[in-house]
T-cell receptor, first 114, second 118 residues
């Protein structure tokens, strides 16, 4: 059981380039989330999804896009990368929107924009 | 909106000693969940312990226990018999109960870096 798998683990982008961060879960979870972690700032929600075909913005969605065509996959797209998007990105999933279970996190992607 | 505050950016503890990490939160809700996550240098987010707000009994997981004070909106983590492997960043997090969509998100504090001295 792999849980939540994120790829790549590291990436360096040049300003203006685009890329997609991949996230796949094999637990049949309906809820999936993308967070970014900046030093001294905790984790901030970028986008979330409550099921295939349904996505919505979190606290810091500007500069990002997502899609959810299947239950398993929730890719995060960065268009026109900017230095402010240098961060560590986490994908997470949970079985429902409520309940005590907390999240299952991926191992993160460290992105540097230069 | 809920907020989570971890006011101590760093703490240090001697191996085998006990340390307490502080967390306060602000909410108008009566039913919610609280979590402590550990993030070692590997970056992986690991659930340490969780607490249901309607339960007065403090949660315990081996060497980890919490002091949950609902009226004071305080949720501190106590680590007993500290080990070198406990060195990590620790995040306190809040989640609403009974809601879906955006309210299902975890709201995190800024984290605290714990170092363990041998």
């Amino acid at each position: 059981n792999a849980g939540v798998t994120q790829t790549p683990k590291f990436r360096i982008l040049k300003i203006g380039q685009s890329m997609t961060l991949q996230c796949t879960q094999d637990m049949n979870h309906n809820y999936m989330y993308w967070y970014r972690q900046d030093p001294g700032m905790g984790l901030k929600l970028i986008y979330y999804s409550v099921g295939a075909g349904i996505t919505d913005k979190g606290e810091v969605p500007n500069g990002y896009n997502v899609s959810r065509s299947t239950t398993e996959d929730f890719p995060l797209r960065l268009e026109l990368a900017a230095p402010s998007q240098t961060s560590v990105y986490f994908c997470a999933s949970s079985s429902t929107g409520t309940g005590f279970g907390g999240y299952t996190f991926g191992s993160g992607t460290r992105l540097t924009v230069v | 909106a809920q907020t989570v505050t971890q006011s101590q950016p760093e703490m240090s503890v001697q191996e085998a000693e006990t340390v307490t990490l502080s967390c306060t939160y602000d909410t108008s809700e009566s039913d919610y969940y609280l979590f402590w996550y550990k993030q070692p240098p590997s970056r992986q987010m690991i659930l340490v312990i969780r607490q249901e707000a309607y339960k007065q009994q403090n949660a315990t997981e081996n060497r980890f226990s919490v002091n949950f004070q609902k009226a004071a909106k305080s949720f501190s983590l106590k680590i007993s018999d500290s080990q070198l492997g406990d060195a990590a960043m620790y995040f306190c997090a809040y989640r609403s109960a009974g809601y879906t969509g955006a309210n299902s998100k975890l709201t995190f504090g800024k984290g605290i870096t714990l170092s363990v001295r041998p």
